[in-house]
T-cell receptor
Framework: GAVVSQHPSWVICKSGTSVKIECRSL??????MFWYRQFPKQSLMLMAT?????????EQGVEKDKFLINHASLTLSTLTVTSAHPEDSSFYIC??????????FGEGSRLTVL | AQSVAQPEDQVNVAEGNPLTVKCTYS??????LFWYVQYPNRGLQFLLK??????LVKGSYGFEAEFNKSQTSFHLKKPSALVSDSALYFC?????????FGSGTKLNVKP
């Protein structure tokens, strides 16, 4: 299947700093990418949907100024957690959708905010 | 509204025994249903999907799932469990290309 790569896989940062997570589709063009957040022992929560070249669509309750999403190309989407706080600590997973509608997930990025 | 329910937080089976992980759904229109598996600190891996056609869908690693429209269920099954099947399993429904996941079921396969 198609491969989606996330980087970094693990990041620790100080409170108040910003962290950028990259999501790349390595062998396909993802016109749509999705960002999920997963809390311990819980399911994935869809945060936002991003389409290449346009603004992301955020789910209800997700702060768009807090979680900046950029989808600059068909193979790259980035999530920036701005002014991170300990409650932003979580596992963030991206996924890319192929032109046939199949979804492939990245390995996830674990963010720990001290 | 789209929703998926996985009624069991955890399923315990002995190696070699059949396993079932339950999933029920609520969607408007025809459902697109998926099963994913997640290993610790990893992303999700696709197992199988139902879009249309045969109600019994076969997927990766010997898993299969049966779509039951009358019961609005899409239970995941495997005839003979392996210890390596131990992981977290998510059922998902898709609507307008958005995935909505169930709460997950932890499968424990004991030797």
């Amino acid at each position: 299947g198609a491969v989606v790569s996330q980087h970094p896989s693990w990041v620790i940062c100080k409170s108040g700093t910003s962290v950028k997570i990259e999501c790349r589709s390595l062998d396909f063009q993802a016109t749509t990418m999705f960002w999920y957040r997963q809390f311990p022992k819980q399911s994935l929560m869809l945060m936002a949907t991003s389409n290449e070249g346009s603004k992301a669509t955020y789910e209800q309750g997700v702060e768009k100024d807090k979680f900046l999403i950029n989808h600059a190309s068909l193979t790259l989407s980035t999530l920036t957690v701005t002014s991170a706080h300990p409650e932003d600590s979580s596992f963030y997973i991206c996924s890319g959708s192929t032109n046939t509608g199949e979804l492939f997930f990245g390995e996830g990025s674990r963010l720990t905010v001290l | 509204a789209q929703s998926v329910a996985q009624p069991e937080d955890q399923v315990n089976v002995a190696e070699g025994n059949p396993l079932t992980v339950k999933c029920t759904y609520s969607v408007s229109g025809n459902p697109y249903l998926f099963w994913y598996v997640q290993y610790p600190n990893r992303g999700l891996q696709f197992l199988l999907k139902y879009i249309t056609g045969d109600n019994l869908v076969k997927g990766s690693y010997g898993f299969e799932a049966e779509f039951n429209k009358s019961q609005t269920s899409f239970h995941l099954k495997k005839p003979s469990a392996l210890v390596s099947d131990s992981a977290l399993y998510f059922c998902a429904v898709v609507n307008f290309n958005k995935f909505y996941f169930g709460s997950g079921t932890k499968l424990n396969v004991k030797p």
